[in-house]
């Protein structure tokens, strides 16, 4: 504290913090996600993976196998790399969706939003662009401005990013002299849209991001959560020296061992490797033996066939429960993963709507949270991951209240856009909201 | 030596100051541990009234923020099942937490609020939006405060410059509430005055001055510590800070609060202490102005809250 003549300040190292801590304070959004804590309140806010749908009795067996097998080892530091057990076990996974590579390309992390800051961290300087869609992954957004990056996001639409709008947007980019470091893409049932770049797009985009010598960040958390058929092949099956590809256990098995993984070029996975060490020294080598022992021990693939089935149930019961309750609100149907992406009518905000959705005991996420120029008003994201189909169903009721109220609140006073505020996740809810 | 009391902190709840009345309550528990005291910390849930019957603590402290802790409905019940808590009594709190109520009642004891008009969704039905918002303005004008009638931590508050402004701010207050302040805006020093009583009458804590870096006590200036400046004693003439004084245990007494509140005042630049509004449960986090008041006039924190807990065990409601 400063002395009270120059008045008392609770931070006294207010003014010391570096530009890119700007934005890092308190949300009046963000302290509403508080209440979706409580038993009351439906949240279809948070992506909180179903974890109960796991058989906890194996994970034990694995958890007590390690610590009496390789305690010493697994208490232990590991390599900066992560362990070339866990690793062949990542090439086993990513053969399901075409990725042929070696166990050396492969680089362990804490959670794939590590791989997120580490690529960030080598790539950006201030002011750089970064290509994404529009919109893109909030935890993405934040990394990137946390290293000072512009986002430029790139229209989509059912079949994800419109590669026209691509060209447009890296022309534009070129004739501002903007450096642009890379393109972030979630390809599989996208995180909030719930879309999936088909395809032939995928092709465009790499020969786009190619011809234009843009590296590709592909981000696939979701790829092996499909409904009926698995999405296409990941792109760095057909391009294994332009893309940097990021995979996560967070969602096919449980968040809380924070283990992900990427799989760079050799001179990018290099600097990786030892950027990540400087950050962290290793992995936890506990979290990769168990998931490593679970995997040799147990059926992992019958694992992800039952999340598979949870999730579309849910899926099909938001998508039921919004057909009955709110026909007249357009949303995206994904194939697979955990969102759902919705355009509220004209003139309403989603944002401004927050608090009335809390006061309805109803969670949900404002789109301005996955927009880095301050869109997204008229789009809100529900998770369908973690409650159960009877809970999504009583939410999206609760939902259609609150959408009612407010468009007759819009007819009293008109549109009102809430404050942009750009900076940190203000927007969306912290990491342990379900 | 008798036994320390045993308290029960609430905190949480499902009003939209529930993550403020989290840390609030942590703090309040920190505080009254470090004092010996055996306190538990809950979140009050449906298994609350049960849970008092079985464990009787002696006294319960409802550290709760917005609708249900500071509308009297759990003190009320608290009052019937013959527990001692700390805080105002159930009408007492209801009529606080209502923010036009309390201004009325303030201003018949003389202590000035600003002109207001509290408002209905069901009035701008009614009426039309456009007619109600023109007169509104005509008569004070376009520098308000729009605010929903009943909350705290700023959430819902929007300071208004133009009829534009109006419109959005009433949407934005709206979302909070069935009915809103829209209030003149008095520009000047903003100051709270935190209230204690732990058994010998109330006693007014030096006023806080508080000058948040962005203009507006919002709720970011509120809650992220550095992004206000707080000054103690306040920046004011002696005479007018004991005026500020006076008028903040003059509302404390028309309202019948008791144990602790915050009075807060903008003084404008006559020296004139204009009411704004009172809290029955401040925030007690660690970038609330009531603690740091505490702090700043010399008190042990927890030695307060200790006392508060004494008092309230000493004579319930």
């Not at chain 1, 209440?35 to 949240?43: I, K, L, N, Q, T």
């Not at chain 1, 080598?122 to 990394?143: H, K, Q, R, T, W």
């Not at chain 1, 450096?179 to 599989?188: Q, S, T, V």
């Not at chain 1, 996560?248 to 990540?276: C, D, M, N, Q, Y």
Request: net charge negative; charged share 20%; with cysteine.
């Amino acid at each position: 504290m400063m002395s009270p003549g120059s008045g008392i300040s609770l931070d006294p190292w207010f003014d010391n913090y570096a530009d890119r801590a700007e934005g890092l304070s308190a949300s009046e959004v963000r302290a509403l996600f508080a209440v979706a804590s409580r038993p009351e309140v439906v949240s279809l806010a948070g992506g909180m993976p179903f974890v109960a749908a796991l058989p906890f009795d194996k994970v034990r067996s694995s958890v007590d196998r390690v610590l009496s097998e390789a305690g010493a080892t697994a208490l232990q530091y590991g390599s900066g790399q992560g362990l070339p057990a866990l690793r062949e076990r990542i090439l086993e996974i990513m053969a399901l969706e075409g990725i042929r590579a070696g166990v050396d390309e492969v680089v362990v992390t804490t959670g794939s939003q590590q791989g997120l800051d580490l690529i960030a961290k080598l790539f950006i300087n201030p002011g750089d662009a970064i290509l994404a869609e529009s919109p893109s992954y909030v935890g993405a957004m934040g990394v990137f401005r946390s290293y000072q990056a512009r986002v430029e996001h790139v229209a989509m639409d059912e079949h994800g990013m419109i590669p026209e709008a691509l060209v447009e947007r890296i022309e534009s980019l070129s004739a501002a002299s903007v450096p642009m470091k890379f393109l972030y893409l979630i390809p599989n049932f996208h995180n909030p849209a719930g879309v999936t770049l088909s395809a032939q797009r995928r092709l465009e985009i790499l020969d786009i991001a190619k011809a234009h010598n843009i590296l590709v960040v592909e981000d696939n958390p979701y790829g092996l959560l499909w409904f009926d058929t698995p999405p296409p092949q990941a792109i760095r099956s057909v391009d294994d020296s332009g893309v940097i590809y990021l995979g996560s256990f967070s969602k096919t098995f449980a968040p809380g061992l924070r283990v992900g993984w990427v799989v760079a070029p050799h001179g990018i996975r290099e600097k990786l490797v030892l950027a990540s060490e400087a950050a962290i020294l290793s992995p936890s080598s506990f979290s990769q033996m168990v998931l490593s022992d679970y995997f040799e021990h147990h059926d992992w693939k019958a694992q992800i066939d039952t999340f598979r089935g949870v999730y579309h149930e849910r899926r099909d019961a938001m998508a039921q429960a919004l057909a009955a309750t709110l026909p007249t609100v357009s949303h995206t149907m994904p194939e697979g993963g955990f969102y759902l992406w919705l355009t509220l009518p004209e003139g309403l905000d989603s944002k401004e709507m927050l608090p009335r959705a809390i006061t309805e005991l109803v969670a949900y996420t404002p789109g301005t949270a996955f927009f880095a120029n301050g869109e997204g008003h008229r789009h809100l994201r529900l998770a369908f991951c973690y409650p159960n189909p009877d809970f999504i169903t009583e939410g999206v009721k609760r939902l259609a209240k609150v959408i009612t109220e407010e468009i007759e609140l819009v007819a009293t006073f008109g549109p009102s856009t809430s404050p942009v505020r750009l900076g940190a996740n203000l927007d969306s809810p912290p990491p342990e909201v379900s | 030596m008798a036994a320390q009391p045993s308290v029960l902190v609430l905190s949480g709840g499902i009003s939209h100051e529930r993550d403020i009345s989290l840390k609030s309550g942590r703090k309040v528990a920190d505080g009254l541990a470090a004092h010996g005291l055996t306190v538990t910390l809950r979140d009050p849930d449906a298994g609350l009234i049960a849970y008092l019957h079985e464990e009787k603590p002696d006294v319960v402290w409802p550290v709760l923020h917005g609708a249900s802790g500071e509308d009297g409905a759990l003190r009320g019940l608290l009052d019937m099942l013959g527990i001692a808590y700390v805080g105002s009594n159930a009408d007492a709190a209801r009529l606080a937490w209502n923010k036009p109520a309390a201004k009325a009642l303030v201003e018949r004891v003389g202590v000035a609020t600003p002109d207001s008009i509290t408002l209905t969704r069901d009035a701008f039905r009614e009426l039309g939006a456009e007619s109600v918002l023109a007169t509104v303005s005509e008569s004070l004008g376009v520098a308000l405060v729009v605010k929903p009638a009943q909350g705290g931590s700023a959430q819902g508050v929007s300071w208004v410059e133009s009829t534009d402004d109006l419109r959005k701010a009433m949407v934005h207050a709206f979302t909070y509430a069935d009915s809103v302040v829209i209030e003149k805006r008095i520009v000047g020093t903003e100051v709270c005055v935190p209230i204690i009583d732990t058994g010998d009458g109330p006693r007014a804590i030096p006023p806080v001055e508080i000058e948040p870096l962005s203009g507006h006590y919002d709720f970011e200036a509120r809650y992220t510590a550095g992004a206000t400046r707080f000054y103690t004693p306040a920046r004011l003439d002696a005479a007018v800070v004991a005026t500020v004084t006076d008028h903040a245990l003059l509302a404390f007494s028309a309202l019948g609060l008791r144990h602790l509140a915050r009075i807060d005042f903008m003084v404008d630049s006559e020296g004139t202490p204009w009411f704004l509004e009172a809290s029955t449960m401040p925030g007690l986090t660690e970038t609330s102005s009531t603690a740091l008041a505490l702090d700043a006039a010399g008190f042990d924190v927890g030695g307060v809250y200790a006392a508060l807990v004494e008092s309230a065990k000493a004579s319930p409601s």
